[in-house]
Protein backbone atom coordinates (compact mmCIF):
# COMPACT_ATOMS: atom_id res chain seq x y z
CA UNK A 1 0.00 0.00 0.00
CA UNK A 2 0.97 3.47 -1.08
CA UNK A 3 4.91 3.27 -1.79
CA UNK A 4 3.94 5.78 -4.43
CA UNK A 5 2.39 9.91 -5.29
CA UNK A 6 0.71 11.57 -7.66
CA UNK A 7 2.01 15.20 -8.31
CA UNK A 8 0.08 17.43 -10.59
CA UNK A 9 1.21 20.70 -11.73
CA UNK A 10 -2.02 22.39 -13.56
CA UNK A 11 -0.77 25.25 -15.72
CA UNK A 12 -2.44 27.67 -18.07
CA UNK A 13 -0.81 26.37 -21.25
CA UNK A 14 -0.12 22.62 -20.18
CA UNK A 15 -1.02 20.01 -17.18
CA UNK A 16 2.18 18.02 -16.22
CA UNK A 17 1.40 14.80 -13.89
CA UNK A 18 4.35 12.67 -12.30
CA UNK A 19 4.57 9.53 -10.05
CA UNK A 20 6.77 9.92 -7.41
CA UNK A 21 8.78 7.42 -5.34
CA UNK A 22 9.37 7.39 -1.34
CA UNK A 23 12.64 8.77 -2.31
CA UNK A 24 11.29 11.72 -4.09
CA UNK A 25 12.55 10.33 -7.47
CA UNK A 26 10.11 11.00 -10.44
CA UNK A 27 9.09 7.67 -11.55
CA UNK A 28 7.33 8.57 -15.67
CA UNK A 29 5.71 12.03 -16.14
CA UNK A 30 3.70 13.25 -18.34
CA UNK A 31 2.19 16.17 -19.79
CA UNK A 32 -1.12 17.30 -21.85
CA UNK A 33 -2.26 20.74 -22.79
CA UNK A 34 -4.59 22.36 -20.21
CA UNK A 35 -7.29 24.06 -22.95
CA UNK A 36 -7.63 26.38 -19.35
CA UNK A 37 -11.26 27.83 -21.24
CA UNK A 38 -13.35 25.44 -19.88
CA UNK A 39 -15.15 23.88 -17.39
CA UNK A 40 -13.30 22.49 -14.96
CA UNK A 41 -14.85 18.64 -15.32
CA UNK A 42 -13.54 18.47 -18.30
CA UNK A 43 -9.88 19.59 -17.13
CA UNK A 44 -10.26 17.23 -13.78
CA UNK A 45 -11.08 14.62 -16.03
CA UNK A 46 -7.83 14.96 -18.04
CA UNK A 47 -5.73 15.44 -14.65
CA UNK A 48 -7.01 11.76 -13.70
CA UNK A 49 -6.50 10.18 -17.16
CA UNK A 50 -3.27 11.47 -17.31
CA UNK A 51 -2.26 9.88 -14.15
CA UNK A 52 -4.13 6.79 -14.57
CA UNK A 53 -2.11 6.52 -17.87
CA UNK A 54 1.08 6.79 -15.77
CA UNK A 55 0.11 4.38 -13.39
CA UNK A 56 -0.85 1.79 -16.67
CA UNK A 57 2.80 2.50 -18.26
CA UNK A 58 4.53 1.97 -14.71
CA UNK A 59 2.65 -0.73 -13.78
CA UNK A 60 1.96 0.49 -10.88
CA UNK A 61 -1.16 -0.14 -9.58
CA UNK A 62 -3.95 2.38 -8.23
CA UNK A 63 -4.08 0.87 -4.49
CA UNK A 64 -0.05 1.48 -4.75
CA UNK A 65 -1.06 5.46 -4.70
CA UNK A 66 -1.24 7.16 -1.47
CA UNK A 67 -2.34 9.92 -2.66
CA UNK A 68 -2.84 12.85 -5.50
CA UNK A 69 -1.46 16.19 -5.07
CA UNK A 70 -2.40 19.08 -7.66
CA UNK A 71 -0.53 22.33 -7.76
CA UNK A 72 -2.64 25.15 -9.08
CA UNK A 73 -2.16 28.87 -9.87
CA UNK A 74 -4.99 31.45 -8.46
CA UNK A 75 -6.02 31.59 -5.00
CA UNK A 76 -6.32 28.21 -3.04
CA UNK A 77 -8.90 26.77 -0.28
CA UNK A 78 -6.31 24.43 0.13
CA UNK A 79 -8.81 22.99 3.47
CA UNK A 80 -11.75 22.98 1.56
CA UNK A 81 -9.51 21.89 -1.28
CA UNK A 82 -11.28 24.55 -3.53
CA UNK A 83 -10.09 27.19 -6.23
CA UNK A 84 -11.25 30.19 -4.78
CA UNK A 85 -10.71 32.72 -7.68
CA UNK A 86 -7.92 31.67 -10.53
CA UNK A 87 -8.19 34.56 -13.47
CA UNK A 88 -6.27 32.18 -16.05
CA UNK A 89 -8.75 29.46 -15.80
CA UNK A 90 -11.57 31.57 -15.07
CA UNK A 91 -13.34 29.63 -12.13
CA UNK A 92 -14.23 31.03 -8.70
CA UNK A 93 -15.33 28.54 -6.21
CA UNK A 94 -14.36 25.73 -7.84
CA UNK A 95 -14.65 22.43 -5.68
CA UNK A 96 -11.26 20.87 -7.65
CA UNK A 97 -10.71 18.07 -4.84
CA UNK A 98 -14.10 16.96 -4.55
CA UNK A 99 -14.38 16.65 -8.11
CA UNK A 100 -10.88 14.61 -8.50
CA UNK A 101 -11.39 12.41 -5.98
CA UNK A 102 -14.78 11.21 -7.93
CA UNK A 103 -11.37 9.57 -9.67
CA UNK A 104 -9.23 8.19 -7.30
CA UNK A 105 -9.78 6.00 -3.59
CA UNK A 106 -7.08 7.69 -1.83
CA UNK A 107 -6.68 11.15 -0.72
CA UNK A 108 -6.47 14.30 -3.00
CA UNK A 109 -5.40 17.70 -2.22
CA UNK A 110 -4.50 20.73 -3.92
CA UNK A 111 -2.29 23.95 -2.99
CA UNK A 112 -0.70 26.75 -4.69
CA UNK A 113 1.67 26.32 -7.41
CA UNK A 114 4.13 28.30 -5.96
CA UNK A 115 3.74 26.31 -2.86
CA UNK A 116 4.40 23.26 -4.62
CA UNK A 117 7.21 24.53 -6.26
CA UNK A 118 8.52 25.19 -2.62
CA UNK A 119 7.13 22.49 -1.38
CA UNK A 120 9.41 20.55 -3.92
CA UNK A 121 12.36 22.18 -3.67
CA UNK A 122 12.53 21.57 0.44
CA UNK A 123 11.64 17.65 -0.46
CA UNK A 124 14.31 16.87 -3.22
CA UNK A 125 16.33 20.73 -4.17
CA UNK A 126 18.03 23.32 -2.99
CA UNK A 127 16.65 22.92 -0.27
CA UNK A 128 16.25 19.73 0.66
CA UNK A 129 16.82 18.72 4.81
CA UNK A 130 15.99 21.94 5.69
CA UNK A 131 12.56 22.95 7.09
CA UNK A 132 11.84 26.52 6.71
CA UNK A 133 12.32 28.27 3.20
CA UNK A 134 10.70 30.68 1.16
CA UNK A 135 10.68 30.49 -2.44
CA UNK A 136 9.88 33.42 -4.60
CA UNK A 137 8.99 32.42 -7.98
CA UNK A 138 10.21 35.17 -11.01
CA UNK A 139 8.21 34.37 -13.63
CA UNK A 140 5.18 36.47 -15.47
CA UNK A 141 4.13 37.09 -12.12
CA UNK A 142 5.52 36.97 -8.49
CA UNK A 143 4.31 34.08 -6.81
CA UNK A 144 5.46 33.01 -3.07
CA UNK A 145 5.84 29.77 -1.02
CA UNK A 146 6.67 29.51 2.52
CA UNK A 147 7.60 26.20 3.67
CA UNK A 148 7.34 26.14 7.85
CA UNK A 149 8.54 23.05 9.83
CA UNK A 150 8.79 21.40 6.76
CA UNK A 151 5.16 21.66 5.54
CA UNK A 152 3.35 24.15 3.08
CA UNK A 153 2.06 27.75 5.37
CA UNK A 154 -1.36 28.34 3.78
CA UNK A 155 -2.47 31.08 6.08
CA UNK A 156 -6.00 30.85 7.80
CA UNK A 157 -7.70 31.57 4.85
CA UNK A 158 -7.05 31.44 1.47
CA UNK A 159 -5.06 33.95 -0.15
CA UNK A 160 -2.28 33.74 2.26
CA UNK A 161 1.60 33.58 1.10
CA UNK A 162 0.91 35.99 -1.76
CA UNK A 163 4.42 37.27 -1.37
CA UNK A 164 4.21 38.81 -4.80
CA UNK A 165 1.56 41.09 -3.59
CA UNK A 166 3.33 43.08 -1.28
CA UNK A 167 4.79 47.38 -0.96
CA UNK A 168 7.80 47.60 -2.28
CA UNK A 169 7.28 51.35 -4.16
CA UNK A 170 3.87 52.58 -2.10
CA UNK A 171 1.80 54.30 -5.30
CA UNK A 172 4.46 52.97 -7.76
CA UNK A 173 3.93 50.70 -11.37
CA UNK A 174 0.35 49.28 -11.64
CA UNK A 175 0.34 45.71 -10.49
CA UNK A 176 -1.90 42.94 -11.76
CA UNK A 177 -3.93 42.78 -8.49
CA UNK A 178 -5.09 46.09 -8.76
CA UNK A 179 -2.58 47.78 -6.43
CA UNK A 180 0.71 49.89 -7.40
CA UNK A 181 4.24 49.12 -6.23
CA UNK A 182 3.58 45.64 -5.13
CA UNK A 183 7.05 43.19 -5.63
CA UNK A 184 5.46 41.40 -8.46
CA UNK A 185 5.49 44.76 -10.33
CA UNK A 186 9.52 45.71 -9.82
CA UNK A 187 10.85 41.92 -9.64
CA UNK A 188 8.85 39.64 -11.70
CA UNK A 189 10.65 39.00 -15.10
CA UNK A 190 7.66 40.87 -16.78
CA UNK A 191 8.21 43.92 -15.02
CA UNK A 192 12.28 43.29 -15.49
CA UNK A 193 11.38 43.09 -19.63
CA UNK A 194 9.34 46.32 -19.28
CA UNK A 195 12.11 48.43 -17.91
CA UNK A 196 14.42 46.91 -20.28
CA UNK A 197 12.18 48.00 -22.92
CA UNK A 198 12.26 51.61 -21.40
CA UNK A 199 15.72 51.57 -21.34
CA UNK A 200 16.21 50.71 -24.52
CA UNK A 201 13.68 53.13 -25.45
CA UNK A 202 14.83 55.99 -24.11
CA UNK A 203 18.61 55.06 -25.24
CA UNK A 204 18.64 54.05 -28.95
CA UNK A 205 22.52 53.34 -29.20
CA UNK A 206 22.03 50.98 -26.06
CA UNK A 207 23.02 47.63 -26.76
CA UNK A 208 19.67 46.10 -25.47
CA UNK A 209 18.44 47.19 -28.94
CA UNK A 210 20.69 45.46 -30.74
CA UNK A 211 20.34 42.20 -28.86
CA UNK A 212 16.95 42.25 -28.97
CA UNK A 213 17.19 42.69 -33.37
CA UNK A 214 16.19 46.41 -33.12
CA UNK A 215 12.35 44.83 -32.27
CA UNK A 216 11.59 45.43 -28.54
CA UNK A 217 8.42 42.71 -28.87
CA UNK A 218 12.15 40.46 -28.55
CA UNK A 219 13.29 41.81 -25.22
CA UNK A 220 13.49 38.78 -22.77
CA UNK A 221 15.08 38.66 -19.04
CA UNK A 222 18.36 37.31 -20.19
CA UNK A 223 19.24 40.18 -22.33
CA UNK A 224 19.44 43.30 -19.83
CA UNK A 225 22.23 40.82 -18.20
CA UNK A 226 24.05 40.10 -21.16
CA UNK A 227 24.23 43.79 -22.17
CA UNK A 228 25.22 44.84 -18.80
CA UNK A 229 27.90 42.70 -18.97
CA UNK A 230 29.21 43.67 -22.31
CA UNK A 231 29.25 47.20 -20.61
CA UNK A 232 26.34 48.85 -21.45
CA UNK A 233 25.83 51.94 -19.56
CA UNK A 234 21.65 51.66 -20.26
CA UNK A 235 21.79 47.79 -19.56
CA UNK A 236 23.63 48.17 -16.22
CA UNK A 237 20.93 50.48 -14.46
CA UNK A 238 18.29 48.17 -15.57
CA UNK A 239 20.08 44.89 -13.90
CA UNK A 240 21.46 47.36 -11.00
CA UNK A 241 17.80 48.60 -10.03
CA UNK A 242 16.15 44.83 -10.41
CA UNK A 243 18.95 43.74 -8.32
CA UNK A 244 17.95 46.28 -5.41
CA UNK A 245 14.21 45.58 -5.91
CA UNK A 246 14.86 41.96 -5.40
CA UNK A 247 17.19 42.86 -2.84
CA UNK A 248 14.47 44.68 -0.37
CA UNK A 249 12.36 41.94 -1.35
CA UNK A 250 14.02 39.12 0.14
CA UNK A 251 15.16 41.54 3.06
CA UNK A 252 11.09 42.30 3.96
CA UNK A 253 10.94 38.47 3.84
CA UNK A 254 13.88 37.37 5.78
CA UNK A 255 12.53 40.01 8.53
CA UNK A 256 9.27 38.54 8.61
CA UNK A 257 9.79 34.86 8.27
CA UNK A 258 13.83 34.75 9.23
CA UNK A 259 13.88 31.64 7.34
CA UNK A 260 16.82 29.01 6.88
CA UNK A 261 16.84 29.66 3.21
CA UNK A 262 15.95 32.09 0.63
CA UNK A 263 15.12 29.78 -3.13
CA UNK A 264 14.00 32.06 -6.26
CA UNK A 265 13.55 30.22 -9.60
CA UNK A 266 12.10 31.33 -12.62
CA UNK A 267 14.21 31.91 -15.94
CA UNK A 268 16.16 34.50 -14.57
CA UNK A 269 18.10 32.31 -12.21
CA UNK A 270 19.87 31.53 -15.20
CA UNK A 271 22.19 33.93 -14.16
CA UNK A 272 22.91 31.71 -11.19
CA UNK A 273 25.84 33.44 -9.34
CA UNK A 274 25.25 36.75 -10.89
CA UNK A 275 21.67 37.13 -9.47
CA UNK A 276 22.37 35.20 -6.08
CA UNK A 277 25.32 37.12 -5.04
CA UNK A 278 24.49 40.67 -5.27
CA UNK A 279 21.43 39.68 -3.34
CA UNK A 280 22.75 37.98 -0.44
CA UNK A 281 25.29 41.25 0.03
CA UNK A 282 22.33 43.26 -0.39
CA UNK A 283 20.32 41.20 2.55
CA UNK A 284 23.74 40.76 4.50
CA UNK A 285 23.05 44.70 5.08
CA UNK A 286 19.99 45.15 5.13
CA UNK A 287 18.23 42.83 6.87
CA UNK A 288 17.32 43.76 10.50
CA UNK A 289 19.84 43.38 13.15
CA UNK A 290 22.34 43.09 10.57
CA UNK A 291 25.22 40.90 11.25
CA UNK A 292 24.35 40.48 14.69
CA UNK A 293 21.18 38.04 13.32
CA UNK A 294 21.26 34.80 11.20
CA UNK A 295 20.80 36.17 7.33
CA UNK A 296 19.96 33.40 5.42
CA UNK A 297 21.70 32.33 2.16
CA UNK A 298 20.26 33.18 -1.34
CA UNK A 299 19.68 29.87 -3.69
CA UNK A 300 18.56 29.68 -6.92
CA UNK A 301 16.06 26.46 -7.16
CA UNK A 302 17.29 23.77 -8.95
CA UNK A 303 14.37 21.23 -9.96
CA UNK A 304 13.11 23.27 -12.79
CA UNK A 305 9.52 22.35 -13.92
CA UNK A 306 9.87 18.79 -11.66
CA UNK A 307 9.57 20.97 -8.64
CA UNK A 308 5.97 21.64 -9.17
CA UNK A 309 5.39 17.97 -9.70
CA UNK A 310 7.89 16.77 -6.79
CA UNK A 311 6.09 19.77 -3.97
CA UNK A 312 2.62 18.36 -5.20
CA UNK A 313 2.92 14.86 -4.45
CA UNK A 314 4.17 15.79 -1.44
CA UNK A 315 1.32 17.58 -0.13
CA UNK A 316 -0.41 13.81 0.20
CA UNK B 1 1.00 21.48 40.59
CA UNK B 2 1.03 24.62 38.43
CA UNK B 3 -1.93 25.93 38.08
CA UNK B 4 -0.41 29.54 38.04
CA UNK B 5 2.18 31.48 35.83
CA UNK B 6 4.49 34.30 36.10
CA UNK B 7 4.21 36.69 33.31
CA UNK B 8 6.73 39.66 32.69
CA UNK B 9 6.97 42.45 30.51
CA UNK B 10 10.65 43.77 30.59
CA UNK B 11 10.57 47.23 29.23
CA UNK B 12 13.18 49.82 28.96
CA UNK B 13 11.94 52.33 31.67
CA UNK B 14 9.87 49.26 33.97
CA UNK B 15 9.62 46.41 34.31
CA UNK B 16 5.69 45.05 35.14
CA UNK B 17 5.10 41.43 36.29
CA UNK B 18 2.31 39.95 36.85
CA UNK B 19 0.73 35.84 38.47
CA UNK B 20 -1.47 34.47 35.89
CA UNK B 21 -4.20 32.12 36.63
CA UNK B 22 -6.00 29.03 34.54
CA UNK B 23 -9.30 31.75 33.70
CA UNK B 24 -5.95 34.17 31.94
CA UNK B 25 -6.46 36.91 34.77
CA UNK B 26 -3.32 38.56 36.70
CA UNK B 27 -4.11 37.73 40.33
CA UNK B 28 -1.43 40.64 41.46
CA UNK B 29 0.84 42.23 39.41
CA UNK B 30 3.72 44.70 40.25
CA UNK B 31 6.29 46.78 38.24
CA UNK B 32 9.69 48.62 39.43
CA UNK B 33 11.89 50.78 37.14
CA UNK B 34 14.45 48.51 35.12
CA UNK B 35 17.34 50.52 35.03
CA UNK B 36 18.21 49.45 31.80
CA UNK B 37 21.72 50.12 31.41
CA UNK B 38 23.24 47.84 34.16
CA UNK B 39 24.67 43.83 34.05
CA UNK B 40 21.52 41.66 32.62
CA UNK B 41 22.67 39.99 35.91
CA UNK B 42 21.55 42.62 38.35
CA UNK B 43 17.89 42.88 35.56
CA UNK B 44 17.57 39.26 35.92
CA UNK B 45 17.87 39.28 39.65
CA UNK B 46 15.31 41.84 39.77
CA UNK B 47 13.04 40.55 37.62
CA UNK B 48 13.18 37.25 39.92
CA UNK B 49 12.81 39.40 43.14
CA UNK B 50 9.66 40.31 41.35
CA UNK B 51 8.02 37.63 40.53
CA UNK B 52 8.60 36.12 44.43
CA UNK B 53 7.34 39.37 46.14
CA UNK B 54 4.00 38.46 44.04
CA UNK B 55 3.65 34.91 45.20
CA UNK B 56 4.64 35.99 49.05
CA UNK B 57 2.05 38.52 48.72
CA UNK B 58 -0.87 35.85 46.70
CA UNK B 59 -0.05 33.56 48.98
CA UNK B 60 0.87 31.16 46.10
CA UNK B 61 3.92 28.88 46.47
CA UNK B 62 6.64 28.69 44.19
CA UNK B 63 5.51 24.99 43.55
CA UNK B 64 2.15 26.26 42.42
CA UNK B 65 4.19 28.06 39.44
CA UNK B 66 3.85 26.09 35.98
CA UNK B 67 5.94 28.17 34.38
CA UNK B 68 7.90 31.98 34.13
CA UNK B 69 7.47 33.93 30.81
CA UNK B 70 9.19 37.14 30.03
CA UNK B 71 8.40 39.46 27.03
CA UNK B 72 11.44 41.27 26.13
CA UNK B 73 12.25 44.38 23.83
CA UNK B 74 15.09 43.40 21.26
CA UNK B 75 16.27 40.62 18.56
CA UNK B 76 14.96 36.88 20.69
CA UNK B 77 16.20 33.50 20.37
CA UNK B 78 12.87 32.33 21.79
CA UNK B 79 14.99 28.71 20.86
CA UNK B 80 18.12 29.27 23.03
CA UNK B 81 16.48 31.63 25.21
CA UNK B 82 18.94 34.40 24.25
CA UNK B 83 18.26 38.20 23.70
CA UNK B 84 19.92 38.45 20.62
CA UNK B 85 20.95 42.05 20.76
CA UNK B 86 18.77 45.03 22.39
CA UNK B 87 19.48 48.48 21.66
CA UNK B 88 17.76 49.58 24.36
CA UNK B 89 19.20 47.68 26.78
CA UNK B 90 22.87 47.59 25.41
CA UNK B 91 22.91 43.88 25.48
CA UNK B 92 24.19 41.09 23.27
CA UNK B 93 23.63 37.19 23.41
CA UNK B 94 22.72 37.67 26.94
CA UNK B 95 21.48 34.07 27.99
CA UNK B 96 18.00 35.63 29.73
CA UNK B 97 16.15 32.13 30.19
CA UNK B 98 19.72 30.42 31.95
CA UNK B 99 20.53 33.28 34.27
CA UNK B 100 16.42 33.65 35.23
CA UNK B 101 16.37 29.85 35.53
CA UNK B 102 18.87 29.96 38.45
CA UNK B 103 16.15 31.82 40.42
CA UNK B 104 13.38 28.88 39.46
CA UNK B 105 12.76 24.92 38.98
CA UNK B 106 9.95 25.94 36.68
CA UNK B 107 10.48 26.43 33.21
CA UNK B 108 11.22 29.86 31.92
CA UNK B 109 10.85 31.17 28.29
CA UNK B 110 11.51 34.31 26.51
CA UNK B 111 10.30 36.25 23.61
CA UNK B 112 9.86 39.05 21.77
CA UNK B 113 7.70 42.10 23.41
CA UNK B 114 5.04 42.62 20.25
CA UNK B 115 4.86 38.67 20.03
CA UNK B 116 3.77 38.73 23.73
CA UNK B 117 0.91 41.35 23.30
CA UNK B 118 -0.42 39.38 20.65
CA UNK B 119 -0.54 36.35 22.51
CA UNK B 120 -1.90 37.96 25.52
CA UNK B 121 -4.67 39.40 23.24
CA UNK B 122 -4.87 36.13 21.20
CA UNK B 123 -5.60 33.88 24.83
CA UNK B 124 -7.51 36.70 26.48
CA UNK B 125 -8.27 40.03 24.46
CA UNK B 126 -9.16 41.23 21.19
CA UNK B 127 -8.15 38.17 19.40
CA UNK B 128 -9.81 35.47 21.94
CA UNK B 129 -10.57 32.32 20.90
CA UNK B 130 -8.90 33.30 17.35
CA UNK B 131 -5.92 30.91 16.39
CA UNK B 132 -4.49 33.21 13.85
CA UNK B 133 -4.01 36.64 14.36
CA UNK B 134 -1.10 39.16 13.45
CA UNK B 135 -0.68 42.22 15.89
CA UNK B 136 1.03 45.50 15.03
CA UNK B 137 2.20 47.84 17.86
CA UNK B 138 1.76 51.62 16.31
CA UNK B 139 4.52 53.05 19.58
CA UNK B 140 7.72 54.28 19.26
CA UNK B 141 8.74 51.58 16.86
CA UNK B 142 6.44 49.44 15.18
CA UNK B 143 6.23 45.49 16.55
CA UNK B 144 4.79 42.57 15.15
CA UNK B 145 3.32 39.81 16.22
CA UNK B 146 2.24 37.07 14.47
CA UNK B 147 0.09 33.84 16.11
CA UNK B 148 -0.47 30.44 14.11
CA UNK B 149 -2.21 27.95 15.40
CA UNK B 150 -2.46 29.46 19.01
CA UNK B 151 1.36 30.12 18.98
CA UNK B 152 3.71 32.51 18.49
CA UNK B 153 5.51 32.70 15.25
CA UNK B 154 9.08 33.31 16.00
CA UNK B 155 10.70 32.47 12.50
CA UNK B 156 13.62 29.25 12.30
CA UNK B 157 15.73 31.56 13.40
CA UNK B 158 16.01 34.97 15.91
CA UNK B 159 14.59 38.12 14.05
CA UNK B 160 11.80 37.33 12.56
CA UNK B 161 8.07 38.73 12.82
CA UNK B 162 10.20 42.03 12.63
CA UNK B 163 6.63 42.93 10.45
CA UNK B 164 8.01 46.93 11.47
CA UNK B 165 10.99 46.39 8.90
CA UNK B 166 9.44 45.83 5.92
CA UNK B 167 9.40 48.06 2.99
CA UNK B 168 6.50 50.58 2.76
CA UNK B 169 8.19 53.03 0.87
CA UNK B 170 11.62 51.99 -1.05
CA UNK B 171 13.91 54.70 -0.48
CA UNK B 172 11.68 57.04 1.78
CA UNK B 173 12.44 58.18 5.22
CA UNK B 174 15.25 56.50 7.52
CA UNK B 175 14.12 54.17 9.57
CA UNK B 176 15.68 53.11 12.96
CA UNK B 177 17.14 50.07 11.28
CA UNK B 178 19.41 51.60 8.76
CA UNK B 179 16.75 50.81 5.89
CA UNK B 180 14.89 53.62 4.35
CA UNK B 181 11.21 53.48 3.75
CA UNK B 182 10.27 50.54 6.50
CA UNK B 183 6.49 50.47 7.79
CA UNK B 184 8.15 51.96 11.33
CA UNK B 185 8.90 54.74 9.57
CA UNK B 186 5.64 55.62 8.50
CA UNK B 187 3.36 54.18 10.83
CA UNK B 188 4.90 54.20 14.39
CA UNK B 189 3.77 56.71 16.67
CA UNK B 190 6.86 58.86 16.15
CA UNK B 191 6.47 58.44 12.66
CA UNK B 192 2.64 60.38 12.91
CA UNK B 193 4.50 62.90 15.50
CA UNK B 194 7.41 63.50 12.56
CA UNK B 195 4.75 64.11 9.95
CA UNK B 196 2.41 66.05 12.05
CA UNK B 197 5.30 68.37 12.73
CA UNK B 198 6.41 68.93 9.14
CA UNK B 199 2.41 70.44 8.71
CA UNK B 200 2.71 72.43 11.48
CA UNK B 201 5.66 73.99 10.16
CA UNK B 202 4.31 74.27 6.65
CA UNK B 203 1.44 75.53 7.80
CA UNK B 204 1.48 78.48 10.52
CA UNK B 205 -1.90 78.72 10.79
CA UNK B 206 -2.69 75.19 11.10
CA UNK B 207 -4.47 73.89 14.30
CA UNK B 208 -1.87 71.70 14.84
CA UNK B 209 0.34 74.60 16.30
CA UNK B 210 -2.40 76.00 18.86
CA UNK B 211 -2.94 72.75 19.97
CA UNK B 212 0.49 71.90 20.89
CA UNK B 213 0.49 75.23 22.44
CA UNK B 214 2.77 76.51 19.92
CA UNK B 215 5.41 74.51 20.89
CA UNK B 216 5.96 71.75 19.08
CA UNK B 217 7.53 69.32 21.60
CA UNK B 218 3.86 68.96 22.55
CA UNK B 219 3.33 67.14 19.40
CA UNK B 220 1.57 64.04 20.15
CA UNK B 221 -0.54 60.71 18.32
CA UNK B 222 -3.29 62.44 19.35
CA UNK B 223 -3.08 65.82 18.03
CA UNK B 224 -3.19 65.31 14.18
CA UNK B 225 -7.22 63.29 14.93
CA UNK B 226 -8.48 66.25 16.64
CA UNK B 227 -6.94 69.01 14.46
CA UNK B 228 -8.32 67.14 11.55
CA UNK B 229 -11.86 66.13 13.35
CA UNK B 230 -12.03 70.29 13.81
CA UNK B 231 -11.61 70.64 10.10
CA UNK B 232 -8.26 71.99 9.86
CA UNK B 233 -6.82 70.67 6.42
CA UNK B 234 -3.09 70.67 6.90
CA UNK B 235 -4.33 67.94 9.96
CA UNK B 236 -6.69 66.43 7.85
CA UNK B 237 -3.75 65.44 5.55
CA UNK B 238 -1.40 64.13 7.89
CA UNK B 239 -4.18 61.82 8.95
CA UNK B 240 -5.30 60.77 5.28
CA UNK B 241 -1.62 59.67 4.88
CA UNK B 242 -1.20 57.72 7.86
CA UNK B 243 -4.65 55.66 7.69
CA UNK B 244 -3.64 54.91 3.77
CA UNK B 245 0.24 54.52 5.38
CA UNK B 246 -1.55 51.66 7.51
CA UNK B 247 -3.75 50.37 5.48
CA UNK B 248 -0.80 49.85 2.74
CA UNK B 249 0.43 48.13 5.36
CA UNK B 250 -2.60 45.75 6.89
CA UNK B 251 -2.64 44.89 3.40
CA UNK B 252 0.97 43.52 2.85
CA UNK B 253 0.49 41.17 6.01
CA UNK B 254 -2.98 39.89 5.33
CA UNK B 255 -1.77 39.14 1.93
CA UNK B 256 1.24 37.31 3.34
CA UNK B 257 -0.48 35.41 6.87
CA UNK B 258 -4.28 36.07 5.68
CA UNK B 259 -5.18 35.62 9.27
CA UNK B 260 -8.55 35.58 11.33
CA UNK B 261 -7.79 39.02 12.67
CA UNK B 262 -5.52 42.14 12.56
CA UNK B 263 -4.42 43.75 15.75
CA UNK B 264 -3.49 47.17 16.61
CA UNK B 265 -2.00 48.57 19.88
CA UNK B 266 -0.53 51.58 20.69
CA UNK B 267 -1.89 54.90 22.08
CA UNK B 268 -2.94 55.64 18.29
CA UNK B 269 -5.78 53.14 19.39
CA UNK B 270 -7.13 55.64 21.47
CA UNK B 271 -8.79 57.03 18.32
CA UNK B 272 -10.96 53.62 17.66
CA UNK B 273 -13.03 53.29 15.12
CA UNK B 274 -11.68 56.51 13.45
CA UNK B 275 -7.97 54.42 13.33
CA UNK B 276 -9.57 50.59 12.38
CA UNK B 277 -13.20 51.55 10.43
CA UNK B 278 -10.62 53.35 7.50
CA UNK B 279 -8.05 50.68 7.35
CA UNK B 280 -10.67 48.24 7.13
CA UNK B 281 -12.05 50.04 4.46
CA UNK B 282 -8.95 50.56 2.15
CA UNK B 283 -7.83 46.76 2.90
CA UNK B 284 -11.27 45.34 1.32
CA UNK B 285 -10.01 47.19 -1.68
CA UNK B 286 -6.45 46.45 -1.73
CA UNK B 287 -6.11 42.91 -0.27
CA UNK B 288 -5.36 40.08 -3.18
CA UNK B 289 -8.08 38.66 -4.22
CA UNK B 290 -10.62 41.66 -3.26
CA UNK B 291 -13.60 40.54 -2.27
CA UNK B 292 -13.38 36.68 -3.88
CA UNK B 293 -11.17 36.11 -0.50
CA UNK B 294 -11.73 36.51 2.94
CA UNK B 295 -10.65 39.89 4.42
CA UNK B 296 -9.90 40.11 8.50
CA UNK B 297 -11.60 42.49 10.20
CA UNK B 298 -9.09 45.20 11.91
CA UNK B 299 -9.53 45.61 15.76
CA UNK B 300 -7.63 47.31 18.35
CA UNK B 301 -6.18 45.70 21.47
CA UNK B 302 -7.94 45.66 24.28
CA UNK B 303 -6.00 44.32 27.44
CA UNK B 304 -3.44 47.61 27.51
CA UNK B 305 -0.19 46.80 29.71
CA UNK B 306 -1.73 43.13 30.58
CA UNK B 307 -1.44 41.93 27.29
CA UNK B 308 2.47 41.45 27.35
CA UNK B 309 1.97 40.19 30.93
CA UNK B 310 -0.51 37.67 30.06
CA UNK B 311 1.32 37.05 26.82
CA UNK B 312 4.62 35.98 28.22
CA UNK B 313 2.44 34.21 31.11
CA UNK B 314 1.03 31.99 27.75
CA UNK B 315 5.13 31.48 26.77
CA UNK B 316 4.93 28.61 29.10
Do not use: I, K, R
Given at each position: MGMYRAGIDLGGTNMKAGIVDERQKIVLEDSVPTKAKRPYQEVVADMAKLVKGLLQNTGI??????GVGIGSPGTIDARRGEVVFSNNFGW???PLVAEMQQYFSCPVKVSNDANCAALGEVKAGAAKEIKNAILLTLGTGVGGGVILDGRVFEGAHAGGSELGHTSLIFGGELCTCGRRGCVEAYVSATALIRDAKRAAEQNPASRLNELCGNDLSNMNGKIPFDAAEAGDAAAKEVVENYLIYLGETVANFVNIFRPEVVLLSG????QGDKLTAPVSAYIQKKCFAGEKAFVPPVRCAVLGNSAGIIGAANLV
Open positions: AENELSEDVGVCN
